[in-house]
């Protein structure tokens, strides 16, 4: 196939790609082994959306179904050219509302000039060809022939080696003599760079024919292929021409058009034609009025419908077939009511802070100006984006302020954003009145940008967990119904801890089971912070009640994050302790003992609550009893390890002081009833202290 393609198609280049191509899809080409390259030029031609889109299939397929080629265009009444036509002419300006359908760009260019000389009734194209002497003196001969004072435009699209090449052409002296070839009277007329033209490249040349006054202007493209344009200013007599006005408006409703002019001459033989366009927000241009004459020089506008068209523009087309001279426009005038103005005003009032914590309301406050005697209709809109450090943009909900009265009524701008979100560098933008929400004459003075900076939070949070109102140690005992508060405190006073995710919560059970807990029962009850920022105190608590009917050991297992999610320590909080429901007592020792000033009673308690009674009798060695110490004295008990916060000093029951000595003393207990009974572990060793229940101690002051 390789070897048919170079010797029956004709190659547009001299090292032509080459790939044999088995099919296209998007922006892939595959060729017969399969491999894909990307088509960097898929822009071409129908392959401007890729290659095989399936909308393309699928409306070629239902078309060819139909028809495919009928007749020359324009003939036939053929439906999809007919609306794609229509669809085209809403996206030009009025004048070009006609469209000449063509197959290819060389097709497209011959229209365009058939079209300029029937307009024009010019017939000033000339093509000829370089590729021999004989063609290139001819070229010769036409620029000698063109008259003095003629623009003349050179242009060239191809390539050919060797006739393209400026040595080709100045080789031709040696047949017509020197300083006499197509590479020289180009040179002479100004295409300077000519030697240049030694590689692939258009170009275009266009000088006045024997007027030194006129600079030459000529382009080179840097490839066969490239674009390029090149525009001339010249002078010259038309019959015909334009004057644009500048855009008026917007208007709040639209009333008449006063114009008025003259004649350069006596008798005039002007023709000017005054049209009236309008033009919508969305860009839409339609002319509502067209060719109003000489006799209609005052023209009621009061149809026009503002809401749709708050912008007009004249125009006014001038024709003298005679004099080709332009009617003198003296003026033309619209009459209309005009639409309110405001603006940002930050010298009269601007506040905002540069730098806010975490969480810290960004306070901005701006003054917003109406600057005419109209007031506004409604109520102003005001629109806010933040674009954060990812570059991603907040879109805050509009707010709406009260109605901006006439001047010089003045609105305070005030929107506090939450910055929860927006650690780092920010960008503000505001917009009062956005996307023209009401009429306004002008809107570049209604926005503002500014940068400012949240501080994030990078400390991590503290978490404390008690049972029943004590810190314990891994493997304590605990009750079989503890009261189990867990605290999560952050020093971000700007971001209270208000979410129950920030702290979750396990249970390992003795057969190893881990259990979650959620805030969603008496069970498990989550309070937040304080709502009222800055709070003094950022600490949320989580008071836990779990039931445990098991004998054994557990673990609780705590994670805690604060709201900018940084972890309370770099791994969970974890604690074993150990749970029996019977309701025992251990041994109570009494500590220090032997003691001077006072010694305190460390005891363990087991079950689910403590005994509802709880006495120490201190005895001497012959019974009798000089102490008794209640459960109110002994202070705060618990399921657990207890160290009595009271502490016996050696008196009686009337505080007198004992002698030293050793005294003996025994505990006493009820729970609903019934006396607990001995709780000993596994490492208590202990009962040789004591004889049928009773201890001793030592008194030495």
């Not at 067209?290 to 209609?296: G, T």
């Not at 304590?476 to 971001?495: F, G, H, T």
């Not at 004295?633 to 000595?661: P, V």
Request: charged share 20%; proline share 6%.
């Amino acid at each position: 196939m390789r070897d048919i393609f170079f010797k029956h198609i004709a190659q547009t280049s001299p090292a032509p790609i080459g790939l044999e191509i088995e099919r296209a899809e998007g922006i892939y080409q595959f060729d017969v082994r399969g491999k894909r390259f990307i088509d960097l030029i898929s822009g071409f031609s129908v392959a401007n959306i890729g290659h095989s889109h399936p909308k393309v299939i699928k409306a070629v397929q239902q078309q060819v179904e139909k028809y495919m080629h009928l007749i020359v265009y324009g003939e036939f009444i053929e439906t999809p050219q007919t609306e794609y036509a229509q669809l085209l002419v809403q996206h030009l300006p009025a004048s070009l509302n006609c469209i000449y359908f063509t197959n290819s760009g060389a097709e497209a260019t011959e229209g365009a000039l058939k079209l300029a000389k029937r307009a024009t009734g010019r017939q000033n194209n000339f093509e000829f060809s370089y590729m021999t002497a004989a063609g290139r003196k001819l070229m010769m001969d036409f620029m000698d022939s063109i008259p003095e004072g003629a623009y003349v435009v050179v242009r060239s699209v191809d390539f050919n080696t060797p006739n393209s090449l400026p040595a080709t052409w100045r080789s031709d002296t040696a047949l017509y003599g020197g300083g006499n070839s197509l590479y020289d009277k180009l040179k002479l007329a100004g295409l300077i760079l000519i030697d240049s033209l030694n590689t692939p490249r258009s170009w275009i040349l266009i000088y006045q024919k024997g007027v030194q006054s006129f600079e030459p202007k000529f382009s080179i493209s840097e490839g066969l292929y490239d674009k390029i344009t090149l525009s001339v200013n010249v002078t010259g007599l038309s019959n015909n021409g334009y004057i644009t006005s500048p855009v008026f408006g917007p208007g709040k409703s639209w009333k008449q058009l006063l114009w008025s002019g003259n004649s350069m001459e006596n008798v005039s033989t002007d023709n000017p034609l005054v049209s009236v366009i309008g033009l919508q927000l969305n860009g839409q241009v339609d002319t509502l009025i067209k060719n109003i004459s000489l006799a209609q020089q005052s023209v009621d506008l009061s149809f026009i419908n503002a809401s749709q068209y708050p912008y007009i523009q004249l125009q006014m087309q001038n024709t003298d077939t005679s004099n080709y001279t332009p009617y003198q426009l003296a003026y033309w005038r619209l009459i209309y009511d005009p639409v309110p103005e405001g603006g940002l005003n930050p010298g009269q009032y601007f506040t905002i802070k540069d730098t806010v914590e975490v969480g810290e309301p960004l306070q901005f406050k701006m003054a917003f100006k109406n600057v005419t005697d109209i007031p506004f209709s409604d109520s102003m809109k005001v629109k806010v984006v933040v674009v954060d450090r990812n570059n991603v943009s907040h879109v805050f909900p509009p707010r709406k302020l009260r109605k901006l009265n006439a001047s010089p009524d003045t609105l305070q701008i005030n929107y506090p954003l939450d910055t929860r979100q927006l650690t780092g560098s920010n960008s503000l933008y505001v917009e009062v009145n956005p996307d023209f929400d009401q009429p306004e004459q002008y809107h570049f003075n209604n926005f503002f940008y500014r940068n400012f900076y949240v501080r994030g939070d990078t400390l991590n949070p503290l978490l404390d967990v008690t049972f029943d109102n004590v810190h314990i140690l891994n493997g304590d005992m605990v009750s079989s119904k503890p009261n189990i508060l867990i605290k999560l405190r952050d020093e971000a006073k700007w971001y209270p801890i208000d979410d129950p995710s920030s702290l979750k919560i396990q249970i390992r059970y003795p057969n190893g089971t881990v259990r979650p807990f959620v805030f969603n029962s008496d069970t498990l009850q989550f309070t937040p912070a304080g709502q009222q920022v800055p709070v003094s105190n950022n600490t949320a608590t989580a008071i836990f009640k779990p039931f445990f009917p098991e004998d054994g050991q557990y673990e609780l297992i705590v994670t805690g994050r604060d709201m900018s999610q940084n972890n309370a320590g770099p791994m969970e909080y974890r604690v074993a302790f150990e749970v029996i429901n019977k309701p025992m007592i251990s041994n109570m020792m009494n500590y220090p003992n032997p003691f001077t000033t006072s010694t305190a009673f460390v005891f363990t308690l087991t079950g689910s609550e403590v005994p509802q009674n709880i006495r120490i009798q201190i005895l001497t060695v012959t019974g009798k009893i000089v102490r008794e110490i209640t459960k109110d004295e002994l202070g705060s008990l618990h399921i657990g390890r207890n160290i009595t916060e009271f502490k016996w000093d050696g008196t009686d029951q009337y505080g007198q002081k004992l002698a030293n000595g050793v005294y003996l003393y025994r505990v006493i207990t009820n729970l609903n009833g019934k006396s607990l009974d001995k709780y000993t572990s596994k490492e208590d060793n202990t009962d040789k202290y004591f004889n049928k229940g009773y201890g001793k101690m030592y008194l030495m002051r």
